[in-house]
């Protein structure tokens, strides 16, 4: 493959191949007014500390009108700004400033659905069955004798139907809440529209979306609807179990039309608008929305759900480079983001575990030790940020943030924990505002208190306590950052003959070596200057257990 230059300037439309992108939950982020939400102003006003890690992006999570049903997936008007967290002024002194940082913006786009309070909604409850409003959506009338039960089985991700009936007896479908009615994209006015919202953030100078639900666009509306009976559940994990673009509503091969026609809107802006993929698709499937005709990136997922398993990590990232090069696109890499249990906790919960029983104790059972939780989370950021391609950082894993497992109830927002008839709680754990400072009401979040809350051991990850402090987690991903920069070259890397049952052991070009002791023994250290490790690696001439590192 030809090497690419990490070549980052502006201009150079090959900018996010390797670009190091962070995620920006904006009501988690910095609040400037003091409502104890997140707001633009706060993370304009905390763009510096972007800077200063070194990453080369922010991407911002919805900051759209929405009564947060969804978190902000939830959107009433796609080109505009909620007030609560600001205007379109407030928008353009973001993407300024950041551009003056050298910091490139993307912003995410959310197609499957809307808001029920989105005017088009509104609009489709007024105008009856068969009005050309409802054909914007997925209206359908009931089965039964009365029409009353749900036209299909099809489940909503969030748990329950996926069918929700209006007041004059007709159904909507909801592949998520029932506040996020999903959009027909057979229809030609929600295509134009997107076009349309593609082209406003374009304008205002936005660099690059990512897409929400890329995989659900396209859903099998051929009469008569067919039910799902015989693929068993219905999320994503049924998949595997249909032939490939044979699901009802998931990974259509119609979907790709979609994201060709926005290429072509994307690639009218110099530099092309760049676009990376929310799709929850095994790899092969996967890396299709990835080629240069369409989307460019998908996030990797199956990178994010891997075991912390030497083998099983190998044989994913060797797959996951040719499957990228294959599609012509640049590999990614994710840990953590606002709807997973964030990497600290995560990556230590033994294998098997189902991650919602574990919230739903409160993160008690099984007890995690939180200093081996972020041993191992910086040895696999350290691993991560090694690898050909882009990774994309979540807010707070800079700082080493565990998983918040035991919010009260009572303080639970995600629409989950409802519709799970509270059985699942939900994402709200990597979702806690964030820590500035080691006192304050919000951990200099925000003048007053934040609107989850923050559990006392913030103060010692706050951003003021570990800049820096020797050994800090911030401190360890500025350095990387840093390397990183100077290190880049090529996409590819070669395995090394130490690479083992416990050990991950590859080059990068030029002479920049990655190792990684996964294993629950010390194993020796390759010769080398070490640039960078994750944990102590004091010269004696052993690499500990959960610990990365970096050798010239
Ligand atoms: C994926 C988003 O990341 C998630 O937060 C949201 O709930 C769903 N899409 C629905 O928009």
């Known amino acids: 493959m030809a090497t690419r230059s990490p070549d980052l300037s502006p201009r150079n439309p090959d900018w996010w191949r390797q670009a190091v992108v962070y995620q920006v939950y904006p009501r988690s982020f910095a609040d400037a007014d003091g409502d104890g939400v997140g707001d633009l102003r706060g993370v304009t006003g905390r763009l510096d500390h972007l800077a200063t890690l070194g990453v080369d992006a922010l991407w911002l999570s919805p900051f759209y009108p929405s009564e947060l049903a969804d978190g902000g997936y939830d959107i009433a008007d796609h080109r505009d700004v909620d007030p609560r967290l600001g205007t379109l002024e407030d928008f353009g002194a973001l993407v300024a400033e950041a551009h003056r940082l050298g910091l490139k913006v993307v912003v995410d786009i959310v197609p499957n659905h809307t808001s029920h309070l989105h005017p088009w909604f509104q609009e489709a409850l007024r105008s009856g069955p068969g009005s050309a409003a409802r054909d914007r959506y997925v209206f359908r009338p009931g089965t039964g004798e009365h029409g009353e039960l749900p036209p299909t089985d099809w489940q909503s991700v969030f748990g329950g139907s996926a069918w929700r009936r209006t007041a004059d007896g007709d159904w909507y479908l909801h592949l998520f809440a029932p506040e996020q009615p999903d959009l027909n994209w057979a229809n030609d006015e929600v295509r134009a529209d997107f076009r349309t919202t593609l082209r406003f953030w374009s304008d205002r100078g936005v660099d690059g979306f990512r897409v929400d639900v890329a995989h659900g666009l396209a859903k099998d509306l051929a009469e008569p609807l067919r039910n799902t009976g015989d693929i068993g559940a219905t999320g994503e994990e049924s998949l595997p179990r249909v032939a490939p673009g044979g699901h009802p509503y998931w990974d259509r091969d119609e979907v790709h039309a979609i994201y060709r026609d926005w290429r072509t809107v994307l690639d009218g802006y110099s530099p ?281």
């Not at 964030?342 to 919230?359: K, N, Q, V, Y």
């Not at 994402?427 to 006392?456: E, K």
């Not at 416990?502 to 990684?516: K, N, Q």
């Open 272 to 552: 092309p608008r760049t676009a990376v993929a929310e799709a929850w698709v095994p790899g092969a499937r996967r890396v299709r929305y990835a080629r240069p005709d369409e989307l460019g990136q998908a996030f990797n997922f199956e990178y994010l759900e891997a075991a912390w398993d030497a083998g099983d990590l190998r044989e994913l990232i060797t797959v996951s480079l040719s499957g990228a090069r294959d599609a012509g696109a640049s590999a990614t890499w994710v840990l953590s983001n606002h709807d997973v249990v964030r990497h600290a906790s995560r990556l230590l919960l033994p294998p098997g575990t189902d991650a919602e029983a574990w919230l739903l104790s409160g993160g008690r059972t099984p007890a995690l030790d939180t200093a081996a939780g972020l041993r191992r989370a910086r040895a696999a950021t350290l691993l991560m940020l090694a690898l050909p391609g882009s990774a994309y950082l979540y807010q707070g894993e800079e700082l080493g943030l565990p998983e918040v497992a035991d919010l009260p109830a009572e303080a639970l927002r995600d629409p989950v924990w409802e519709q799970t008839g509270r059985t699942r709680k939900g994402r709200d754990g990597c979702r806690v505002p964030l820590p500035w400072t080691a006192t304050g009401p919000s951990y200099g979040f925000g003048p007053g208190p934040a609107w989850l809350p923050q559990p006392p051991s913030f103060a010692s990850y706050a951003v003021e306590t570990q800049t820096g402090a020797d050994g800090s987690t911030l401190e360890l991903y500025r350095t990387a950052l840093r390397l990183r920069r100077k290190l880049l070259e090529g996409e590819t890397l070669t395995w090394s003959a130490g690479s083992g049952a416990d050990v991950l052991d590859f080059t990068r070009t030029p002479g920049w070596r990655c190792v990684t002791n996964l294993g629950e023994v010390p194993v020796p250290l390759p010769p080398g200057e070490v640039l960078l490790a994750s944990g102590p690696c004091d010269g004696s001439g052993v690499l500990p257990p959960d610990t990365t590192v970096w050798l010239a």
